[in-house]
């Protein structure tokens, strides 16, 4: 059940959004944002009750009848706000939501009633609103959904329970009321007690326990100033706690049957927007359809049907000892699990990186037999603990990790068992270590991935996410039992009371949303079913052991490289120095801008709060008027290297096994590229020399070689094949130089006298074209006049007129859809392409147009990862180790190499069928850099 404060949002939306006005003249802005407001709650969460509680207008109601100043102070609405209050109700009507309002209770208490309602009838009660007095009703712990009370702030999208008013005020829920009784509210002119706020009412009731406990201890308490206060003002605290307090003694208005949320319906809102110019809120609404375009697909939860239902029950799940009677219940687990055709699994780990984590424990669950009741589980969870080390833990006799595998390992390796599980790829980095030696096999849901690939465009692919829209199930997240910052904790060290119910709930949910996250993939169409089963799901095992196989590091090339890097530093800094006359720290934009702006003169593009802006953009604009900025410039860039690389790289090499090991991460980025964390190795810079040479720390161990194969402008051949243009694909089929080729088709000159110059233009424009490059960033670039790139850019679009109806040809189709696609079908969606913003659609513009040609390349690259790691599964000579951008880099044996590029080469090239041809550049080295050649 949904209680919107209607008024609350009323006002916010009003002072949120541009003055709106209708097609008559009336404003409509804060009605606007109203709707939308609503139209989103019951898109994202389609409760089964929804109420809009309005204030009855110029009632005074019981509080003013307690209190003639309550709320005296408060002026009348704005102008153009107060034709907007009755209009507002109108819309609501014709939205079909029921709403109510009744001048002897304001909002805030109407809405109290039918929490209280709703709790009786075990519902889960969510009051859409940013008002703190309504904070006192929140109530339920984060794992139980009937009877829990939860506020909702729409606008800042933020959740409040109790936990987050205890973070803002200091007390929970129960205590409120007292604290903005001792506090007052200057808004409501509530009086308080004066000289008492906030931090020293939640003192007070720490110490004595509500209002009435410090009011009958103020004797006890010792500054002088307060204590008169509370004593003076006694009586003012104690009215002002019957103001803030919220009254439900009367019966409700209107039964929680009659407002069950039962949708729209398009000719009542037809009726109603229309004249008021409302387009949008139109366009998709209705549930039923309507005849409005259906756009397919835009998010999860409209991809996948939500369930009724989600079977998981924390409290159930059942914690085995090592004794006995453990190994009986676990003997006859799997046993059911055999018959079920089915298993989910959670491993949990001391720590954040499965590299050098350990096991503390397994959760597993058995989904309903053959998945035919999605939600359901054939029995409660169970949580082997293995590695605990909370004092409490003394009773529980653990697992060995060796016991425990060699019971469930037969089952995780089972290649006909299906499993289920959220993030394969860490649990299996942990799974592979030489004590453990499991290869989990037939892993047929991974939550983690099956998100990613129904809706690449999701921020939250998280368990909690998918458990809450698609379950409708609040769950806590591992921060909920380890703690954050300094008081954060390893696993091993939350009590297994504690530690298995959290894990054995998210097996659960493994459990009941795999099955259900498959057949949404496989309903999503070939295409996508492809994506899951057959490239990102392999892909998982494939990264999983880069992750742990890793990269030698000759630590001592980089420490010269550090060492050279350092004097450079110095000297620019001496440099920086020496020109400016006196002492300037190039790493304080104040004291920069300062230098730059005030005593050098240049132009100040812009300031931020702080002062004169020197980013990045600002000092290449301004490098030509005063060769001091390029000092700034190359230390920035020095230093960047040596800080993000020669000084970290040495740090981040595993002691156990003397190898660099990064962690690649696979369901991040929208257009389906891999990215990788501590190092990033994708951002390691390649168009600088002292860039380059980073790469010539990273080697191959003694009798053998750093392989690399590299896809050859694997973007620009995909733009070939989508775009059908003749002369792109033509310069690819006859294996010209394209960039020379484009420069001759720009330039108009014959192919033979194109200079360097013009191919480092024409190179520019290939690339920028992708990337929806402006004329102002392609003259930024070249460091030439906007104009000249301006007409660069369109005598390119002139020159290979396909490219240009192909760009336009997407943001059409996308705009149409709602979605962009690649070769594969993978579907990212682009809500900015809606949005009233010209920059937002500008956006939207840009990755319709790079969508398809990244996210093609990646999914090629992904492709043949794949297949690479199956042809030398039986080759011990050779391994994949890293993946950057497009390239593939490999440790072979030095005598090997040949045969390694000959094997995968092909393999490679192989592994998308295009109108030109993929071309793959090879080559090896002792060094990373010296392969490249």
Same mark, same amino acid.
């Given at each position: 059940?949904?209680?919107?404060?209607?008024?609350?949002?009323?006002?916010?939306?009003?002072?949120?959004?541009?003055?709106?006005?209708?097609?008559?003249?009336?404003?409509?802005?804060?009605?606007?944002?109203?709707?939308?407001?609503?139209?989103?709650?019951?898109?994202?969460f +389609?409760?089964?009750?929804?109420l809009?509680?309005?204030d009855?207008?110029?009632?005074?109601?019981?509080?003013?009848?307690?209190?003639?100043?309550?709320?005296?102070?408060?002026?009348? $609405?704005?102008e153009?706000?107060? $034709?907007?209050?009755?209009?507002?109700?109108?819309?609501?009507?014709?939205?079909?939501?029921?709403?109510?309002?009744?001048?002897?209770?304001?909002?805030?208490?109407?809405?109290?009633?039918?929490?209280?309602?709703?709790?009786?009838?075990?519902?889960?009660?969510?009051?859409?609103?940013?008002?703190?007095?309504?904070?006192?009703?929140?109530?339920?712990?984060?794992?139980?959904?009937?009877?829990?009370?939860?506020?909702?702030?729409?606008?800042?999208?933020?959740?409040?329970?109790?936990?987050?008013?205890?973070?803002?005020?200091?007390?929970?829920?129960?205590?409120?009321?007292?604290?903005?009784a001792?506090?007052?509210?200057?808004?409501?002119?509530?009086?308080?007690?004066?000289?008492?706020?906030?931090?020293?009412?939640?003192?007070?009731?720490?110490?004595?326990?509500?209002?009435?406990?410090?009011?009958?201890?103020?004797?006890?308490?010792?500054?002088?100033?307060?204590?008169?206060?509370?004593?003076?003002?006694a009586?003012?605290?104690?009215?002002?706690?019957?103001?803030?307090?919220?009254?439900?003694?009367?019966?409700?208005?209107? /039964?929680?049957?009659?407002?069950?949320?039962?949708?729209?319906?398009?000719?009542?809102?037809?009726?109603?927007?229309?004249?008021?110019?409302?387009?949008?809120?139109?366009?998709?609404?209705?549930?039923?359809?309507?005849?409005?375009?259906?756009?397919? $697909?835009?998010?999860?939860?409209?991809?996948?049907?939500?369930?009724?239902?989600?079977?998981?029950?924390?409290?159930?799940?059942?914690?085995?000892?090592?004794?006995?009677?453990?190994?009986?219940?676990?003997?006859?687990? &799997?046993?059911?699990?055999?018959?079920a055709?089915?298993?989910?699994?959670?491993?949990?780990?001391?720590g954040?990186?499965? &590299?050098?984590?350990?096991?503390?424990?397994?959760? &597993?669950?058995?989904?309903?037999?053959?998945?035919?009741?999605?939600?359901?589980?054939e029995?409660?969870?169970?949580?082997?603990?293995?590695?605990?080390?909370?004092?409490?833990?003394?009773?529980?006799?653990?697992?060995?990790?060796?016991?425990?595998?060699?019971?469930?390992?037969?089952?995780?390796?089972?290649?006909?068992?299906?499993?289920?599980?959220?993030?394969?790829?860490?649990?299996?980095?942990?799974?592979?270590?030489a004590?453990?030696?499991?290869?989990? #096999?037939?892993?047929?849901?991974?939550?983690?991935? +099956?998100?990613?690939?129904?809706?690449?465009?999701?921020?939250?692919?998280?368990?909690?996410?998918?458990?809450?829209?698609?379950?409708?199930?609040?769950?806590?997240?591992?921060?909920?039992?380890?703690?954050?910052?300094?008081?954060?904790?390893?696993?091993?060290?939350?009590?297994?009371?504690?530690?298995?119910?959290?894990?054995?709930?998210?097996?659960?949910?493994?459990?009941?949303?795999?099955?259900?996250?498959?057949?949404? +993939?496989?309903?999503?169409?070939?295409?996508?079913?492809?994506?899951?089963?057959?490239?990102?799901?392999?892909?998982?095992?494939?990264?999983?052991?880069?992750?742990?196989?890793?990269?030698?590091?000759?630590?001592?090339?980089?420490?010269?490289?550090?060492?050279?890097?350092?004097?450079?530093?110095?000297?620019?800094?001496?440099?920086?120095?020496?020109?400016?006359?006196?002492?300037?720290?190039?790493?304080?934009?104040?004291?920069?801008?300062?230098?730059?702006?005030?005593?050098?003169g240049?132009? +100040?593009?812009?300031?931020?709060?702080?002062?004169?802006?020197?980013?990045?953009?600002?000092?290449?604009?301004?490098?030509l008027?005063?060769?001091?900025?390029?000092?700034?410039?190359?230390?920035?860039?020095?230093?960047?290297?040596?800080?993000?690389?020669?000084?970290?790289?040495?740090?981040?090499?595993?002691?156990?096994?003397?190898?660099?090991?990064?962690?690649f991460?696979?369901?991040?980025?929208?257009?389906?590229?891999?990215?990788?964390?501590? /190092?990033?190795?994708?951002?390691?810079?390649?168009?600088?020399?002292q860039?380059?040479?980073i790469?010539?720390?990273?080697?191959?161990?003694?009798?053998?070689?750093?392989?690399?194969?590299?896809?050859?402008?694997?973007?620009?051949?995909?733009?070939?094949?989508?775009?059908?243009?003749?002369?792109?694909?033509?310069?690819?089929?006859?294996?010209?130089?394209?960039? #020379?080729?484009?420069?001759?088709?720009?330039?108009?000159v $014959?192919?033979?006298?194109?200079?360097?110059?013009?191919?480092?233009?024409?190179?520019?424009?290939?690339?920028?074209?992708?990337?929806?490059?402006?004329?102002?960033?392609?003259?930024?670039?070249?460091?030439?006049?906007?104009?000249?790139?301006?007409?660069?850019?369109?005598?390119?679009?002139?020159?290979?007129?396909?490219?240009?109806?192909?760009?336009?040809?997407?943001?059409?189709?996308?705009?149409?859809?709602?979605f962009?696609?690649?070769?594969?079908?993978?579907?990212?969606?682009?809500?900015?392409?809606?949005?009233?913003?010209?920059?937002?659609?500008?956006?939207?513009?840009?990755?319709?147009?790079?969508?398809?040609?990244?996210?093609?390349?990646?999914?090629?690259?992904?492709?043949?990862?794949?297949?690479?790691?199956?042809?030398?599964?039986?080759?011990p000579?050779?391994r994949?180790?890293?993946?950057?951008?497009?390239?593939?880099?490999?440790?072979?044996?030095?005598?090997?190499?040949?045969?390694?590029?000959?094997?995968?080469?092909?393999?490679?090239?192989?592994?998308?069928?295009?109108?030109?041809?993929?071309?793959?550049e090879?080559?090896?080295?002792?060094?990373?850099?010296?392969?490249?050649?």
């Amino acid at each position: 059940m949904f209680l919107v404060d209607a008024n609350n949002f009323l006002f916010r939306a009003y002072h949120a959004l541009p003055m709106l006005t209708a097609p008559d003249g009336r404003p409509v802005n804060a009605v606007h944002g109203y709707v939308r407001m609503v139209q989103a709650i019951r898109k994202e969460f +389609a409760p089964q009750h929804l109420l809009a509680v309005f204030d009855a207008s110029g009632s005074k109601g019981w509080r003013r009848e307690l209190y003639a100043e309550y709320k005296a102070n408060r002026p009348p $609405p704005p102008e153009d706000l107060q $034709p907007q209050i009755p209009l507002v109700r109108e819309a609501t009507d014709a939205l079909s939501i029921p709403w109510l309002e009744d001048p002897r209770y304001e909002a805030d208490d109407l809405i109290a009633r039918y929490v209280q309602a709703g709790v009786e009838a075990k519902l889960e009660v969510v009051i859409v609103s940013s008002d703190k007095d309504l904070m006192q009703l929140v109530a339920g712990p984060d794992d139980v959904r009937e009877g829990s009370v939860r506020l909702w702030d729409t606008m800042k999208n933020r959740r409040v329970g109790p936990a987050e008013v205890v973070a803002k005020f200091g007390v929970g829920p129960e205590k409120l009321g007292d604290l903005l009784a001792l506090a007052g509210d200057s808004s409501d002119n509530i009086p308080g007690v004066k000289g008492i706020g906030p931090k020293t009412a939640t003192s007070l009731l720490e110490t004595y326990g509500d209002l009435e406990g410090i009011l009958s201890n103020t004797d006890k308490i010792k500054q002088k100033k307060r204590r008169e206060n509370l004593e003076t003002y006694a009586e003012d605290a104690r009215m002002s706690r019957k103001l803030v307090a919220l009254r439900t003694d009367y019966d409700l208005p209107r /039964p929680i049957e009659d407002v069950a949320d039962k949708g729209p319906k398009r000719a009542t809102m037809e009726a109603f927007f229309t004249p008021l110019g409302f387009k949008a809120t139109l366009t998709g609404a209705v549930r039923a359809g309507g005849g409005s375009r259906r756009v397919a $697909p835009r998010t999860l939860v409209e991809t996948i049907a939500k369930i009724k239902e989600l079977e998981v029950d924390r409290e159930a799940v059942e914690v085995l000892n090592a004794d006995e009677a453990g190994v009986a219940t676990l003997d006859a687990f &799997l046993a059911q699990a055999r018959a079920a055709e089915g298993l989910a699994f959670e491993l949990e780990l001391s720590g954040d990186d499965p &590299l050098r984590a350990d096991p503390i424990g397994l959760a &597993l669950a058995i989904p309903k037999a053959k998945a035919e009741a999605p939600g359901a589980l054939e029995r409660a969870p169970i949580y082997l603990p293995m590695a605990h080390r909370s004092l409490s833990d003394g009773a529980v006799q653990q697992w060995k990790p060796s016991e425990v595998l060699a019971k469930v390992g037969p089952l995780l390796s089972d290649a006909k068992l299906p499993k289920y599980t959220h993030a394969l790829k860490d649990q299996q980095v942990v799974l592979s270590r030489a004590d453990l030696n499991v290869e989990v #096999r037939n892993v047929v849901g991974d939550t983690l991935l +099956a998100s990613y690939t129904l809706d690449p465009a999701r921020s939250d692919h998280n368990l909690e996410g998918l458990a809450k829209d698609i379950g409708g199930r609040l769950v806590g997240d591992r921060e909920s039992i380890v703690g954050k910052g300094k008081k954060r904790v390893g696993f091993d060290q939350v009590a297994v009371a504690v530690a298995g119910p959290w894990a054995g709930e998210r097996a659960g949910l493994a459990a009941t949303l795999g099955p259900h996250m498959v057949a949404a +993939a496989k309903a999503a169409g070939e295409q996508t079913q492809k994506l899951y089963a057959e490239v990102e799901l392999p892909l998982a095992r494939v990264l999983a052991r880069l992750e742990r196989r890793g990269v030698l590091l000759d630590e001592a090339e980089l420490q010269r490289q550090n060492d050279e890097l350092g004097g450079q530093i110095d000297a620019l800094k001496s440099t920086l120095q020496e020109e400016a006359g006196y002492a300037v720290d190039p790493n304080s934009p104040k004291q920069l801008g300062k230098l730059l702006f005030e005593e050098r003169g240049l132009p +100040a593009k812009k300031k931020t709060k702080t002062g004169y802006s020197t980013d990045a953009q600002t000092l290449e604009e301004l490098s030509l008027l005063d060769p001091i900025v390029k000092v700034i410039l190359d230390y920035r860039s020095l230093a960047k290297l040596k800080n993000t690389y020669l000084d970290t790289l040495p740090k981040l090499v595993n002691p156990n096994t003397g190898r660099l090991h990064t962690h690649f991460r696979q369901a991040v980025a929208a257009t389906g590229r891999l990215s990788s964390r501590e /190092p990033n190795l994708q951002n390691i810079p390649i168009r600088t020399e002292q860039g380059r040479r980073i790469r010539r720390g990273f080697v191959a161990p003694e009798g053998m070689q750093l392989v690399t194969l590299d896809y050859s402008q694997i973007e620009l051949r995909v733009l070939a094949h989508l775009s059908k243009d003749p002369n792109l694909v033509k310069a690819f089929t006859d294996g010209a130089d394209v960039h #020379r080729r484009t420069a001759a088709e720009v330039f108009e000159v $014959p192919e033979a006298e194109v200079t360097s110059e013009q191919r480092r233009v024409a190179k520019a424009v290939n690339f920028g074209v992708i990337y929806g490059q402006s004329a102002f960033g392609l003259a930024r670039q070249l460091g030439i006049p906007q104009g000249r790139a301006g007409k660069y850019i369109k005598a390119y679009f002139k020159k290979i007129p396909g490219v240009s109806s192909y760009m336009n040809a997407l943001i059409d189709t996308a705009k149409d859809t709602g979605f962009a696609e690649t070769i594969f079908g993978r579907r990212r969606r682009i809500p900015e392409l809606r949005r009233r913003g010209a920059v937002a659609r500008s956006y939207g513009e840009r990755i319709a147009r790079n969508t398809p040609i990244q996210g093609s390349a990646a999914d090629i690259l992904k492709i043949a990862m794949v297949e690479v790691e199956r042809l030398l599964d039986d080759k011990p000579w050779a391994r994949m180790l890293l993946t950057v951008h497009d390239e593939l880099i490999f440790e072979c044996e030095t005598d090997k190499v040949q045969e390694l590029i000959g094997l995968v080469k092909p393999a490679m090239e192989k592994s998308a069928s295009l109108d030109v041809p993929l071309l793959v550049e090879g080559g090896a080295g002792a060094n990373w850099e010296d392969a490249k050649g």
